[in-house]
């Protein structure tokens, strides 16, 4: 009986696919292109901040998202984006600050991008003054 039910799904299947039937779903290309890249965790050189996100494509371009943690201690904790725009040729960066203990979290469209890079620097409320993390990149355009 189990042979026969077999053999009756499988002419079942062969005959739906010379009347036209539906094809069988390709599987996903192993080698698509990711649309989000995740960055972090960046501690400043003293420790006392931290910053992760992602990088994620959006309506306009490119989408960068983070949070910025302070964790103790005087001061701020700053995340900077870095980017290079693909019309200009010239690099922005937008800085994010947080002085409350515990995460604080930004967002920033960046649209056409060539490559994105992010640090983490430790501040005053008016502008980060050292103990910086190096510059960790976290999209690069066909990278």
């Not at 005959?15 to 779903?25: C, K, Q, V």
């Not at 910053?51 to 943690?69: D, H, P, R």
């Not at 649209?111 to 992010?118: D, F, H, N, R, Y």
Request: aromatic share 10%.
């Amino acid at each position: 009986m189990r042979t026969g039910l077999r053999v009756l799904l499988g002419l079942t299947a062969a005959a739906a696919l010379a009347l036209g039937g539906p094809a069988p779903a390709p599987a996903l290309a192993a080698t698509a292109a990711p649309t989000v890249w995740k960055w972090g965790p960046l501690y400043s050189t003293d420790g006392l901040a931290v910053a992760w996100g992602k990088v994620a494509v959006g309506q306009s371009g490119l989408v960068v998202y983070g949070t910025v943690e302070d964790t103790r201690g005087s001061g701020c904790s700053w995340a900077q984006v870095r980017y290079l725009s693909a019309q200009s040729g010239r690099w922005h960066t937008a800085s994010y600050y947080n002085c409350v203990t515990g995460p604080g979290t930004f967002r920033k469209n960046v649209g056409g991008v060539l490559q994105i890079k992010v640090r983490t620097c430790r501040g005053t409320s008016a502008r980060p003054t050292g103990r910086c993390s190096r510059w960790k990149t976290a999209y690069t355009q066909g990278g």
